[in-house]
């Protein structure tokens, strides 16, 4: 799980300890760019862009994580401080769904209803109370051990109202690794989600998600497209089949002739380190993580609440 932390700069040195903390528990920790420590006392009114960046940089963190932890220490005179620009993170983690943890409770500040408001977990200075609090939660066994699929689980699931953990499963689809339609990838699904459940590990949910291709219209090139499957114990399973963003025919053309598939094209060509094609004809604005994710909460908000 990824795990990112936010407070005013003054506490980098106390942000750069629980990060070590967490990282020792496991996790996969952010923190805010260090850069930002050196411009503090700078007149940010004067420097907007600067702040912007710093910003939208800390969003895009949290956008990709399962939980923000807050470094609440003393400033100003105010015990547990939490200051406008740590308010707003809070604001925009609690929009999505995932946990804010805070180091210490709540300060007594004029917006302390609405940090309250926002359901803010406390650890009483405790960074343990953490991994403590994660293992209490509804575990979900995924059919894959893909970093992407587990993010895009977490925080979907989250985004509908529902915390978990995740494990996962590697088992077979009985398709190829590149399904060409959506009847292929629901195949695939279907197979891959039965061995799963084979497995005879035990789980409160069983989730499965077979990406693939799909000629929508003869007009145009192929789209993205997965099929997510979501298993509640004893309560059934939903099913949903997403289509997403269309393939450029510049980049499909060389699959399989010169690379296997499209992510081994963007490593060769772009020189990215994920193998993950949209950012790269999407003007940087979606991920394969972010469409899965939408993909899984369209289908998590379907199922009868507990």
């Known amino acids: 799980m990824k795990i990112t932390i936010c407070g005013s700069m003054k506490f980098d040195e106390k942000m750069s300890e629980v990060k070590g903390q967490l990282e020792g528990m496991g996790y996969e920790v952010e923190k805010p760019n260090v850069a930002e420590a050196h411009t503090y006392g700078d007149d940010l009114d004067k420097n907007a862009d600067i702040k912007q960046g710093f910003i939208n940089e800390h969003f895009r963190k949290i956008d990709t994580s399962d939980a923000i932890l807050v470094v609440n220490e003393d400033k100003n005179g105010i015990e547990n401080y ?122 409160d949910y069983f989730v499965t998600i077979e990406s693939g291709q799909h000629l929508a219209h003869k007009n145009h090139s192929l789209f993205g497209c997965a099929v997510i499957m979501i298993e509640r114990v004893n309560q059934g399973r939903k099913i949903g089949i997403d289509l997403d963003v269309e393939f450029p025919r510049e980049m499909l053309d060389k699959v399989p002739s010169q690379y296997p598939d499209l992510g081994i094209l963007v490593q060769k060509e772009y020189g990215s380190k994920l193998k993950d094609p949209y950012p790269f004809f999407t003007n940087n604005q979606l991920t394969r993580a972010k469409l899965l994710e939408e993909a899984v909460y369209r289908v998590a908000v379907q199922l009868e609440a507990i």
């Open 82 to 203: 939490i200051g406008g620009n740590t308010l707003i993170e809070i604001a925009h983690a609690y929009t999505q769904g995932i946990e804010v943890f805070l180091l210490h409770p709540v300060p007594n500040v004029s917006y302390a209803d609405e940090i309250r408001g926002m359901h803010p977990i406390s650890l009483n200075g405790n960074t343990a109370e953490v991994a403590s609090y994660f293992e209490k939660l509804p575990l979900v066994r995924i059919s894959s051990e893909s970093p992407v699929k587990h993010l895009a689980v977490s925080r979907g699931l989250r985004k509908a109202g529902i915390r978990v953990r995740t494990e996962g499963v590697k088992v077979e689809s009985g398709v190829d690794e590149q399904p060409m339609s959506i009847e292929e990838s629901y195949e695939g699904a279907m197979i891959r989600h039965e061995n799963l459940i084979k497995t005879d590990k035990v789980a």
